[in-house]
């Protein structure tokens, strides 16, 4: 039990930053969208979409492109902090937070995009700015449909796979997550410790699930109550 102790932590750390950084940038997005129409705006939405149906080869090909020595993200990192993101815990941050964004970002414009227009417009006519709008009127009646999907990003940033091992590699006690971990115990034949891996990473994704269940109904009652 004590072994599987680093690669859980270093998981529930990649999956919480992951998760923060997927939170921000999606509900940032999702408000932006719902807001403003301009051409190719549903073409955006499938780019911002199209992490959820790519295969996660294919995610860290482009990531490995961009942050790469020679890519112009990893040139920029490397040349102004003198650091690099490959083969990294950062680096699989970065693979998660990419991969958990869709599912923040969905959950918010369908969150935000429910919220009563006439509330906005009313708040608009009593003097209050479009930030204020956001932070006092739109969130606050979004925020359950937002916190869904940020539980759904952070189980998903938990079983991330494919793209982290291309990015951050398979580095026990560095870049080894649990889904990491539990390929390694299974390519090595270790079959008991591959189960105790399964079993913690699955009891948390279930307990995820079920929160993540329970804010949606909570959600859909006060919807009906209306």
């Known amino acids: 039990m004590e072994k599987a102790l680093v690669p859980l932590v270093l998981t529930l750390k990649v999956a919480g930053l992951a998760t923060l950084v997927s939170f921000v940038a999606g509900v940032t997005l999702a408000a932006l969208m719902t807001r403003f129409r301009f051409w190719g705006r549903e073409f955006l939405d499938a780019v911002l979409t199209l992490p959820l149906v790519l295969p996660p080869t294919v995610l860290g090909y482009y990531l490995i492109v ?28 970065v693979a998660a937070s990419l991969v958990s964004l869709p599912l923040v970002f969905k959950g918010a414009r369908t969150a935000f995009e429910g919220v009563d227009s006439n509330l906005e417009k009313a708040a608009r006519t009593l003097g209050q700015r479009e930030l204020a709008v956001f932070f006092k009127v739109s969130f606050p009646l979004a925020w359950r449909g937002i916190l869904a999907g940020a539980m759904l990003a952070f189980a998903r940033a938990m079983g991330e796979f494919g793209a982290t091992l291309m990015v951050a590699g398979n580095l026990p006690g560095k870049t080894q997550t649990l ?28 307990l995820v699930l079920l929160l993540s269940g329970k804010v949606l109904k909570s959600q859909y009652l006060r919807e009906v109550e209306r």
């Open 66 to 93: 961009l942050m790469g020595r020679n890519g112009w993200i990893g040139r920029w990192f490397y040349e102004t902090f003198g650091i690099t993101l490959m083969f990294t815990w950062q680096g699989a941050v």
């Open 179 to 206: 889904s990491l971990a539990v390929y390694a115990a299974v390519q090595a034949g270790d079959d008991r410790f591959a189960a105790v891996l399964v079993a913690i990473t699955s009891l948390v994704c279930i």
